[in-house]
């Protein structure tokens, strides 16, 4: 535990140097948190004077906002204070799956860390860290699904797994495609390899609303005014 805490502090260190260029997303996400600071600013404009700008995950927006605020109204500075939290989050992860994959902390710290060279997807999406351009709510997701893979392969036996949901249910508020989609192979995934047991039925459906509720902040934004989505 001791060589990969070092490991963890190295990287990040390495990892919290000159900052790269931001992302699309996150310039737009900061841009969102300016409005959020400044209610009366953007009025009119198409999309960060409009309604449906709330729904873009609106706890990241709040907890950067507030960082921001903190730090006198830099969205910039908020996603720096966030780099080391994050990137623990995704190392950790990341290591504690490989940890349970192969038995042997320095393969797990070796995959860990090749877990963060960004790796770029079709539709501009992408799995990696690297330093504050990832300061992102996808990545925050992606530091929690090794951590969900291990919960789910661990609980699927236990009554109590419907549980499990919920706290799918929570990343939703974070990132909800992430949070959907998982719910979705999860779901399915234990359909499959219970060949669709009644038992497993029961606890799809018993995780559904689980799920739900655990999205329920989310969920209390979006569905009154999705109406909005439409203009």
Do not use: C
Not at 72 to 96: C, N, R, S
Not at 110 to 123: D, P, Q, T
Not at 129 to 137: K, L
Not at 174 to 201: C, D, M, N, Y
Request: aromatic share 12%; proline share 6%.
């Amino acid at each position: 535990m001791g060589v990969g805490a070092l490991m963890v502090l190295w990287v990040l260190a390495l990892l919290d140097g000159p900052d790269p260029s931001l992302r699309g997303d996150q310039v737009a996400t900061n841009l969102m948190v300016v409005k959020s600071l400044h209610p009366d600013w953007f009025q009119g404009d198409s999309l960060y004077g409009a309604e449906y700008l709330r729904f873009y995950t609106p706890s990241f927006i709040a907890l950067q906002t507030s960082l921001a605020r903190w730090s006198g109204g830099d969205p910039v500075a908020a996603l720096k204070l966030l780099l080391w939290p994050v990137g623990f989050l995704f190392l950790v992860g990341h290591y504690l799956l490989f940890r349970a994959v192969t038995g042997h902390p320095l393969a797990a710290g070796l995959g860990a860390v090749s877990a963060l060279a960004v790796r770029n997807a079709l539709g501009g999406d992408y799995w990696g860290f690297n330093g504050v351009a990832s300061v992102q709510p996808r990545v925050i997701a992606e530091g929690m699904n090794p951590l969900l893979a291990l919960a789910f392969l661990r609980w699927r036996s236990h009554r109590f797994f419907p549980a499990f949901f919920l706290l799918v249910g929570g990343v939703a508020n974070l990132h909800p495609i992430s949070g959907f989609h998982l719910a979705q192979v999860t779901g399915l995934s234990h359909l499959w390899l219970s060949q669709f047991s009644r038992r497993a039925w029961k606890d799809v459906i018993a995780g559904a609303g689980l799920f739900a509720l655990g999205a329920l902040p989310f969920l209390l934004r979006y569905l009154p005014g999705k109406e909005h989505l439409a203009d």
